[in-house]
């Protein structure tokens, strides 16, 4: 069963650049200053049923699907925007707030212009076996 609803409205506030990331892959990196607990916007995709984003989730080895906790989880590989691009960090720049089926992320200190926007998304669908890249000092080792 592919049920499949589109978020609600979803925006960046904040304009992000795409690069290569020192991270992984490619990341999502500030174009002006972002100062602290400011809105950086809400992460697009598509609203999927929660058992068919596990199933898809075993089978990539790049998470982006963000569980509601209602049955549901958002699908960020789906008609997403810059957001999806913010890696993970032992020591982030960003956190996610999980909320009425939207995904918002928020600056925990001023972000520099130019700078690589990273979030700890803690546990994982990968049980700790994925290995971490951030390279932060207080780095875990693995998501």
């Known amino acids: 069963m592919n049920r499949r609803i589109t978020t609600p409205e979803f925006r ?3 304009q992000l650049r795409i690069g290569k990331s020192k991270i992984s892959g490619r990341g999502a990196y500030a174009s002006g200053p972002i100062p602290v607990r400011k809105k950086i916007g809400d992460l697009g995709g598509v609203i999927i049923p929660l058992r068919e984003a596990r199933r898809l989730v075993k089978q990539s080895k790049v998470i982006s699907m963000v569980e509601f906790g209602n049955g ?3 699908n960020a590989s789906i008609d997403s925007n810059a957001l ?8 982030p720049n960003t ?5 009425h089926n939207r995904v ?15 979030c700890d998304y803690g546990a994982t669908h990968h049980d700790g076996k994925l290995p971490c890249t951030c390279g932060a000092k207080n780095c875990r080792g693995f998501i």
Do not use: K, P, W
């Not at 999806?84 to 020591?91: P, T």
């Not at 956190?95 to 909320?99: A, E, G, K, N, W």
């Not at 918002?104 to 990273?118: H, V």
């Open 12 to 14: 960046v506030i904040y």
């Open 72 to 74: 549901y989880a958002l």
């Open 84 to 91: 999806r691009f913010i890696n993970h960090s032992c020591s």
């Open 95 to 99: 956190y996610m707030r999980v909320t």
């Open 104 to 118: 918002e992320f928020y600056a925990l200190r001023t972000i520099r212009t130019g700078e690589e926007l990273s």
